[in-house]
């Protein structure tokens, strides 16, 4: 495991885009697993730079975002669809088409969760962004007794949904469940990076990496992987 500390959050965001350009650079067909969260929001903002400056072009490129809720309407402001769109898909030259996230209103969930993983077969993931919920969760994966390895329908615990209900307009707007890759999906890419920003992940991000390895912290998982780049701000990565 790989581990960069940042001084300022900028920097950081520079460091992540830069690797998603050369990675394109050097494999423009590549696939590239994306997230979502207030984390990538600047890596995303500096890679669409990168795109106006003739850095770097999607045009051949695939994407995969790890998870979407279940049953918010398909263009609601806080589906991952309409985040990926405002903070990345409506900025570069990606092809439509070629960018993928699970369809959390599909009318057989279970079908589209299959197919899903059927297409991350067709086409793996080089390099997946990952961000670090505060109960370890990645993607949608949830800590819990056992884990999913393929792309599967959770029910999202309750300190996910108050986490996250700062971006809805209360906490029951908040869906209950969500379509998420499963760690096997996740840990099936060649390269995983993963980002971490802020004081109050420091405590999760120490125990998912130097802590035991569990499906209770299931990024603690990661330290299975061969190529994982940690990127951390200093306040994140305070107690290492
Ligand atoms: C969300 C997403 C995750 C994300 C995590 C952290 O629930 N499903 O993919 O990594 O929570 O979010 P943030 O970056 O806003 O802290």
């Given at each position: 495991?790989?581990?960069?500390l940042?001084?300022?959050?900028?920097?950081?965001?520079?460091?992540?885009?830069?690797?998603?350009?050369?990675?394109?650079?050097?494999?423009?067909?590549?696939?590239?697993?994306?997230?979502?969260?207030?984390?990538?929001?600047?890596?995303?903002?500096?890679?669409?730079?990168?795109?106006?400056?003739?850095?770097?072009?999607?045009?051949?490129?695939?994407?995969?975002?790890?998870?979407?809720?279940?049953?918010?309407?398909?263009?609601?402001?806080?589906?991952?669809?309409?985040y990926?769109?405002?903070?990345?898909?409506?900025?570069?030259?990606?092809?439509?088409?070629?960018?993928?996230l699970?369809?959390?209103?599909a009318?057989?969930?279970?079908?589209?969760?299959?197919?899903?993983?059927?297409?991350?077969?067709?086409?793996?993931v080089?390099?997946?962004?990952?961000?670090?919920?505060?109960?370890?969760?990645?993607?949608?994966?949830?800590?819990?007794?056992?884990?999913?390895?393929?792309?599967?329908?959770?029910?999202?615990?309750?300190?996910t949904?108050?986490?996250?209900?700062?971006?809805?307009?209360?906490?029951?707007?908040?869906?209950?469940?969500?379509?998420?890759?499963?760690?096997?999906?996740?840990?099936?890419?060649?390269?995983?990076?993963?980002?971490?920003?802020?004081?109050?992940?420091?405590?999760?991000?120490?125990?998912?990496?130097?802590?035991?390895?569990?499906?209770?912290?299931?990024?603690?998982?990661?330290?299975?992987h061969?190529?994982?780049i940690?990127?951390?701000?200093?306040?994140?990565?305070?107690?290492?």
């Open positions: 495991m790989e581990m960069k940042f001084d300022t959050i900028s920097e950081l965001d520079h460091y992540a885009a830069q690797l998603f350009a050369a990675t394109l650079n050097h494999k423009p067909h590549a696939t590239l697993g994306l997230a979502t969260g207030s984390t990538p929001i600047g890596i995303y903002e500096k890679m669409i730079e990168m795109y106006r400056k003739g850095k770097v072009s999607f045009k051949e490129a695939t994407t995969f975002n790890l998870d979407e809720y279940v049953g918010l309407p398909e263009n609601h402001e806080q589906g991952y669809a309409h990926m769109r405002q903070h990345l898909f409506a900025h570069i030259d990606l092809p439509s088409e070629q960018a993928h699970p369809n959390g209103n009318e057989n969930l279970h079908e589209e969760c299959e197919q899903y993983d059927r297409m991350l077969t067709e086409q793996p080089d390099v997946q962004l990952l961000g670090l919920g505060h109960n370890g969760h990645i993607g949608f994966n949830e800590p819990d007794g056992s884990l999913q390895g393929g792309t599967h329908i959770v029910e999202l615990k309750e300190e949904r108050v986490a996250n209900a700062r971006f809805f307009d209360s906490l029951d707007e908040v869906p209950k469940q969500a379509i998420t890759m499963g760690v096997g999906s996740i840990l099936k890419a060649n390269t995983i990076l993963l980002v971490v920003k802020g004081a109050d992940k420091a405590e999760i991000v120490k125990q998912a990496l130097t802590g035991p390895i569990t499906t209770e912290c299931p990024a603690s998982l990661l330290q299975t061969a190529n994982v940690v990127l951390l701000d200093k306040e994140a990565g305070r107690l290492l």
